[in-house]
Structure formats: C-alpha cells, structure tokens
T-cell receptor, first 108, second 112 residues
Framework: DAKTTQPPSMDCAEGRAANLPCNHS???????VYWYRQIHSQGPQYIIH???NNETNEMASLIITEDRKSSTLILPHATLRDTAVYYC?????????FGTGTSLTVIP | DSGVTQTPKHLITATGQRVTLRCSPR?????VYWYQQSLDQGLQFLIQ???????AKGNILERFSAQQFPDLHSELNLSSLELGDSALYFC???????????FGSGTRLTVV
C-alpha cells in the first residue's frame, strides 16, 4: 500500500497559517500527492495535488521536499471553517489510499 | 452540491438483512468509486466501476457487491449485515482523471 503518515491532530489560531506535515517515504517517482479534507462527516473535498514542484491554488499551498519523501500543506490564513480532518494521500492504480489524517482545529 | 448524489442519506437495518445503496455520478463522469468509512477510521476503498465494467477492487467483503448500470448510476449491495458493517459509505465519481474525483455526501448505515 502507498502509505502516508500524518500527525493525528493539530491546533491553529484563527488568522494564522496552518502547516500540516505528511510523510510519504514509499512514494514512487510518478505518483502524485493529493490533499483532501473532510468536514464533520461530509464527503471529502479536494484541496490540491502535486508531483515534484510546489503548488498553490486559491485554497492552499503544497510544499514537496526535493526527495519527495514528505510534503506540507499550508493554509495561509486559517478560519474556523477550516476545522476538518485533512488527508494526505497518494493516487495509485485507480484508487486513493486514505490514512487516518490530521484533525485540524482552528481556535478563535 | 458536488453533483454526486447518494441515496438514502440514512439507513437503519437489522443484522442479517440486505440493503442497497445508490449513487448517481456527476453528469458526464464514467467512473464510480465506493468507499467505506467506519467510526473514527479513514476511508477504505471498496470497488471502482468504469462505464459499466469493474475496473479495480479494494478491501471489499464477499458479502458486498456492486454494479454500474447503462445510465451510469451505481448500486452497492450489502448482504448478511453485521454490526461491524455500520459505517459511512461514500461514492465518488470521475471523468477518468483523478483531478475530477468528486465525492458524494454519503450514506450512513446503522446495523442494529
């Protein structure tokens, strides 16, 4: 399995940047890293993905280390609505391998 | 609204029974994926269908089966239900690339 490792929980003050780390040391050279989040028990929501280069979109930034063994999702200005479980996952052979994710709590 | 429709939203049934969960993919999407999420667990991939044919299989029990119909909607059949089958069941659809992988809002199954 394409395993990823994330801390189980993190807190972040509202308005500050939230930095969520992920280790994916077994990732292969052509496998993308994806980030999804799940608010309460809703369906997971796509955030961002990347292969080698750092990526940015309207929701977040993704920083991937040069050796591709780890990455960091950055929410630049966290809001209360960003409280969710964040999953770092690898796409392999038509499926995503979800771990247990990081439960991010944004504190007022 | 993600465009992926799952019904019913909630289902309560007894052990030993059989249920059918339904998923309508986003318009134009040919692939449907089913995932199971037990309490406080990550999502476990069950099975994928592409344009009516099984494409990939994950940790799906033999008591579970799925199919995709010509109109592209999919059904997940769960039989001989056990208490441990209580979970959220999510369906996702894609046009064929992972960028358009969109999840529905799920069906919460409770087996009593």
């Amino acid at each position: 399995d394409a395993k990823t490792t994330q801390p189980p929980s993190m807190d972040c003050a509202e308005g500050r940047a939230a930095n969520l780390p992920c280790n994916h040391s077994t990732i292969s050279g052509n496998e993308y890293v994806y980030w999804y989040r799940q608010i309460h028990s809703q369906g997971p929501q796509y955030i961002i993905h990347g292969l080698k280069n750092n990526e940015t979109n309207e929701m977040a930034s993704l920083i991937i280390t040069e050796d591709r063994k780890s990455s960091t999702l950055i929410l630049p200005h966290a809001t209360l609505r960003d409280t969710a479980v964040y999953y770092c996952i690898v796409w392999r052979v038509n499926q995503f391998y979800f771990g247990t994710g990081t439960s991010l709590t944004v504190i007022p | 609204d993600s465009g992926v429709t799952q019904t019913p939203k909630h289902l309560i049934t007894a052990t030993g029974q059989r249920v059918t969960l339904r998923c309508s993919p986003r318009s134009g999407d040919l692939s449907v994926y089913w995932y199971q999420q037990s309490l406080d667990q990550g999502l476990q991939f069950l099975i994928q269908y592409y344009n009516g044919e099984e494409r990939a299989k994950g940790n799906i029990l033999e008591r579970f089966s799925a199919q995709q119909f010509p109109d592209l909607h999919s059904e997940l059949n769960l039989s001989s239900l056990e208490l441990g089958d209580s979970a959220l069941y999510f369906c996702a659809s894609s046009a064929g690339t992972e960028l358009s992988y969109t999840f529905g809002s799920g069906t919460r199954l409770t087996v009593v």
